[in-house]
């Protein structure tokens, strides 16, 4: 069982940068693969970003790839997502998500356990 609380959402503006992080409950953490997904208002949950297990390998949608960075601290039970160059298209509620698999997928259908979201809204 894994609880996740995500923090750092925000109002910016376009262009500006804003850090999510994601604490995760448990003592087996570093055994699920984590992921970054969004939801924009009237529109499908989609897939952000994702990171193995061992944080060794990350894989990023197109729509973001180059501009954010996943990252994990399996010490510290935390996952975070990096997010620059912001554009008003970014604005969604943001959710993190695991898996427990050394598989990282971009189905959000594959994740079992879900945040609360925090919401990121940019403005143009």
């Known amino acids: 069982q894994v609880q996740l609380v995500e923090s750092g959402g925000g109002s910016v503006q376009a262009g500006d940068s804003l850090r999510l992080s994601c604490a995760a409950s448990?003592?087996?953490?570093?055994?699920?693969?984590m992921a970054w997904f969004r939801q924009a208002p009237g529109k499908d949950r989609e897939f952000v970003a994702t990171?193995?297990?061992?944080?060794?390998?990350?894989y990023y949608a197109d729509s973001v790839k180059g501009r954010f960075s996943i990252s994990r601290d399996n010490a510290k039970n935390t996952v975070d997502l990096q997010m620059n160059s912001l554009k008003a298209e970014d604005t969604a509620v943001y959710y993190c998500?695991?898996?427990?698999?050394?598989?990282?997928?971009?189905?959000?259908?594959?994740?079992?356990?879900w945040g609360q979201g925090t919401q990121v809204t940019v403005s143009s």
């Open positions: 448990g003592r087996t953490f570093s055994t699920y693969a």
């Open positions: 990171i193995t297990w061992s944080g060794s390998s990350a």
């Open positions: 998500a695991a898996r427990y698999s050394r598989v990282v997928v971009d189905d959000s259908s594959a994740y079992k356990y």
